[in-house]
Nanobody, 111 residues
Framework: QVQLVESGGGLVQPGGSLRLSCAASGIIFRLYRMGWYRQAPGKQRELVADGSTSYADSVKGRFTISRDNAKNTVYLQMNSLKPEDTAVYYC?????????WGQGTQVTVSS
C-alpha cells in the first residue's frame, strides 16, 4: 500500500520559513519523480515544485525542493513566505502511469 505522509505545516508570519516533509512508503522511492503542489481555498491545485529544477514562477528563489532517498523523504524548504502562499500543500509521486498523492498539510501565512 502506497502512503505519502506530509508534515511540517502550520501558522507562520509573513517573511518566515517552514520546511515541509513527505515520507513515502510502499514504493521504490528513488525511482519516482517527486513534487509538491498546493491548493488555496476556491482555487485549483497548482504545481509548486517538481523534480529538482521545476518551480512555479511565484515561488522561484524562495522555495527549494530536495530529497533524501535513504530516508524515502522529499522536502520543501519555504523561505520569505507571503500571505498568498497560504494553501494546503500536497506531496506527489509519479512513475509512468502511476500517480500518488498525500493527504496534504495546511500552511497559513498570516500576521
Amino acid at each position: 500500500q502506497v502512503q505519502l505522509v506530509e508534515s511540517g505545516g502550520g501558522l507562520v508570519q509573513p517573511g518566515g520559513s517552514l520546511r515541509l516533509s513527505c515520507a513515502a512508503s510502499g514504493i521504490i522511492f528513488r525511482l519516482y519523480r517527486m513534487g509538491w503542489y498546493r491548493q488555496a481555498p476556491g482555487k485549483q491545485r497548482e504545481l509548486v515544485a517538481d523534480g529538482s529544477t521545476s518551480y512555479a514562477d511565484s515561488v522561484k528563489g524562495r522555495f527549494t525542493i530536495s530529497r533524501d532517498n535513504a530516508k524515502n523523504t522529499v522536502y520543501l524548504q519555504m523561505n520569505s513566505l507571503k500571505p498568498e502562499d497560504t494553501a494546503v500543500y500536497y506531496c506527489n509521486a509519479k512513475l509512468g502511469t502511476e500517480n500518488y498523492w498525500g493527504q496534504g498539510t495546511q500552511v497559513t501565512v498570516s500576521s
